[in-house]
């Protein structure tokens, strides 16, 4: 695993990223989140549906972003930490 | 022989499905199901994947109609697929998405909305024909069949809908959050429909921006099928809802604080449910003020030894019940937790067992174990699992695990080690594992 991806990690990621190691309780360091890499699936960090409604759930609380599974973008979002920052920062209330 | 009919209590005329955001009237329901059926391969076994649950009914009605048995194993990961083509030869697929087992023959489910109304009867389905296999994990890797007849999937959830006062109200949408493919969501989001008399939403709503959406949609009375995972979201996530009429959980045990919170929230009652794959669906308990559960009209509950039985109503035979169990009466219980092999993780269930028997099935896994932590209240619990592998890394058992357990069970950490700490006897103490736990969370 890259385990020096940490300077490409905008600050914004980098916040996005320790919100999501809290809520799923993962066993990494900030620094092993390739903002490029999948978030969803067995590559990357391979989370699963129950982590995608917890992260919702963090996106729901932090910055008033909802998620809805009929949005055709979902595949797009959830394709790396990048992807999903960007989301966020385009569609957040707070 | 006694027969029962597909649906009961729908009129021909009224509403048996919600489907983007359109009602279909029972007589379209009876047309898809009697054209589906004709379209069907001549086989004896189908696994039905179809997402939408409209489409996943009519199938099963079709297959039903057919003669056909509808499987339901717990996952559909490619490895149990395999097993379970092997095991049942001519075994077909039906699926209106992307998910295609590469190893079945597989059958597209088809638009049947231009096919003209039929006046057909209603069609009676033999009480003790073979439905479905509903299959539990089992401990070997392969999975437990139970065979469910018509007769007692339809007296199962027709005391259920009785138990939640619903039956034959014509007027009430269910929407569930729960796939229809597992037992829960079969009973109490499909079947009751039909043999309920209940309104079936086709959706399965997943975010709660999406379950508020669709519940917002219906125009009449409304009940929520969910569980403990999707409630404890929809008030975390402060949703608001519109009023309901009932809320419906199961799946994995709910505690009485996230029950007085969704009550107080919704402002609608909230009937916990208790079953288990080789009986159904047996009793509920009002968690936000009972701890007691109340068996379904009919059962009834005695114990040998240490083991309780259920029996009457539904139930062929007795059938022992895999918790622990404090009896009040015949028909009114308390549980003490699973007995210690059972997982259940966001409601999908498995055991040790059978989870070790496929981690030690990996080529250059040399000896490994699963284990539970203490449950937290809050997030959802993750198994671990500790792994001799000298030639492995992480990832790669991982990856292995991927293809043969539903990914909810995929351990969280993967601990290498240089080896077990077993006793003298071969076995894993509970207390080794956990003091193993506590050296790797320092670096092992």
Sequence with gaps: MNTNTDIDKTGFEQELAQHIITALNLDIGLAEIDPLAPLYG??????????????????????????????????????????????ILQNRTK | MPSIPLLKFHHPESVFAWQDGKTISAQR?????????????????????????YRFMVGFAAAMLRGQISLLPPSHTSDLVKRLAQHYADLYCLTDGAHRPGSLQTISYQNLSDVSLLQAS????????????????????????????WGAISRSVTAEASRLGILNRGDLTLLGTVPPQHMYGF??????????????????????????????EIPGPRALVTTPVHLRALITSNTD????????????????????????????????????????????????????????????????????????????????????????????????????DLI????????????????????????????????????????????????????????????????????RPIHKVDALPRNSTGKLPRTSLDKLLQQCKRGC
Excluded at chain 1, 42 to 51: K, P, Q, R, V
Excluded at chain 1, 55 to 64: N, R, W
């Design chain 1, 42 to 87: 067995d590559e990357g960090l391979g989370i699963d549906s129950i982590d995608v409604l917890e992260i919702s759930l963090v996106l729901t609380k932090q910055y008033g972003v909802q998620l809805r599974s009929d949005d055709e973008n979902n595949a797009i979002i959830f394709a790396s930490l990048r992807n999903l920052g960007n989301h």
């Design chain 2, 29 to 53: 329901f009876l047309t898809d199901v009697i054209s589906l059926a004709e379209r069907l391969p001549a086989r004896a076994y189908v696994l039905n994947l179809c997402n939408d649950r």
């Design chain 2, 122 to 149: 209603m069609p009676e389905i033999p009480a003790t024909q073979v439905a479905a296999i509903v299959f539990t994990s089992g401990s070997t890797g392969n999975p437990m069949p139970n065979e469910k007849t």
């Design chain 2, 187 to 216: 009973e109490s989001t499909a079947l009751i429909a039909m043999q309920g008399g209940v309104i079936l939403h086709a959706a399965k709503p997943f975010f709660p921006a999406d379950i508020s959406a669709l519940l917002n």
């Design chain 2, 241 to 340: 809802l519109p009023e309901l009429e009932l809320i419906v959980c199961a799946t994995a045990p709910l505690s009485r604080e996230l029950a007085l919170q969704a009550v107080e929230r919704f402002g609608a009652p909230l009937q916990e449910i208790y079953g288990f794959t080789e009986a159904g669906q047996i009793a509920s308990r009002d968690t936000a003020s009972t701890d007691e559960w109340r068996t379904f009209d009919g059962l009834s509950l005695h114990q040998k030894g240490e083991t309780t039985y259920v029996s009457g109503g539904h139930v062929v035979g007795e059938l022992p019940l895999s918790d622990i169990t404090e009896l009040h009466s015949d028909t009114t219980f308390l549980l003490h937790g699973r007995t210690a």
């Design chain 2, 344 to 411: 259940n993780i966001a409601g999908k269930r498995t055991s040790l067992a059978n989870l070790n028997h496929h981690l030690n099935a990996i080529d250059g896994v040399l000896d490994g174990v699963f284990f539970m932590p203490n449950e937290k209240e809050g997030n959802t619990t993750r198994l671990a699992a500790f792994v001799v592998a000298p030639e492995l890394d992480a990832r790669e058992i991982l990856k292995a695990l991927r293809l043969r357990v539903d990914p909810v069970f995929l351990p």
